[in-house]
């Protein structure tokens, strides 16, 4: 994304503060669209007993937390079409792309923490915590792309050679890290529900 969105900044600032205005309208439309299925779904988890609820996040917690201790985390591996980035209009591909990215189910995943947020979220939260959720994950992403688009070598942090260099390590750390932080959240919420 930024490998993409920083040299058209670089080339012609205004397409670039298109792109990022494009990147934004994208985002807050994904969290939207997002923000519908999660409300759902949490409306439809009122009718199950608490305890049955907490018991299905210690579940999640656990499932999550295994499956990034196993370096297994579980994403879709696609991306937004690489043509997209020559073939369309700077403003247009930042919304197409945001949106698709701001969707969160879509995008390929390093640790298994924003599915344990969200599910936490829906699983415990009223409406407006898991419209919070919602809307922090997707703002501090977009943030994120923002301040990367920005930044004078910001395609550098994205690209290859620095991949290459911290990637492996990097992402099996995060993934051992969180999978630890998800197996002890799943304790805590056992002990809470047994003792509390």
Do not use: C
């Not at 299925?37 to 409306?43: E, K, T, Y």
């Not at 997209?84 to 403003?91: C, D, K, V, W």
């Not at 247009?92 to 990215?101: E, K």
Request: hydrophobic share 60%.
């Amino acid at each position: 994304m930024v490998g993409v969105s920083n040299p058209i900044m670089r080339a012609d600032p205004r397409e670039g503060w298109r792109f990022l205005a494009g990147f934004g309208a994208g985002l807050a439309a994904a969290a939207l669209t997002l923000l519908g299925p999660l409300l759902l779904l949490a409306w439809a988890l009122e009718l199950v007993h608490p305890t049955a609820r907490t018991v299905l996040l210690i579940a999640v917690l656990l499932g999550f937390g295994a499956a990034d201790l196993l370096n297994r985390t579980p994403h879709v591996w696609r991306q937004v079409p690489q043509r997209f980035a020559r073939e369309l209009q700077p403003g247009r591909l930042g919304l197409i792309w945001a949106y698709d990215l701001g969707l969160l189910v879509t995008t390929q995943k390093t640790t298994s923490l924003l599915w344990i947020g969200l599910a936490g979220a829906v699983l415990v939260g009223p409406p407006s915590l898991i419209a919070a959720t919602a809307f922090l994950v997707v703002m501090l992403f977009g943030l994120g792309v923002a301040v990367a688009t920005l930044m004078r070598n910001g395609a550098e942090l994205t690209g290859l050679r620095l991949s290459r260099r911290i990637g492996g390590v990097w992402v099996v750390a995060a993934r051992r890290v969180s999978g630890l932080i998800a197996i002890v959240l799943a304790i805590v919420e056992a002990v809470r529900l047994l003792w509390g």
